[in-house]
């Protein structure tokens, strides 16, 4: 069993950067790759960005890449989500997921993931 939580969430303007943090229990958190999802108001919840157990893998959607970098520190069983020059279409609830068999194929499909944390509220104003 993995409980995930999520903070770092708040309210920025269009260029602006956040960092969400999500915390891991449990002492097998390097057996999990780890996902980072969103949520918009009327729209279903979408892949964002995905790493690898060991960190030596990292996926991105298109929408974010070259923007958002997802990072872990397993020794502090945590998984990072740097967002820089955030859009005003940024703004949504963001998710961390954590599977242990992450494949290219199904990354970013939400039944590959096992463990889900409560969420946190990114927003982005113009």
Known sequence: QVQLVESGG????AGGSLRLSCAASGRTFSSYAMGWFRQAPGKEREFVAAISRSG????YADSVKGRFTISRDNAKNTVYLQMNSLKPEDTAVYYCAATQFLAIA???RLGSYDYWGQGT???VSS
């Open 56 to 59: 030596s893998s990292t996926y």
């Open 10 to 13: 708040g309210s920025v303007q």
């Open 121 to 123: 509220q990114a927003t």
């Open 106 to 108: 199904t990354m970013t």
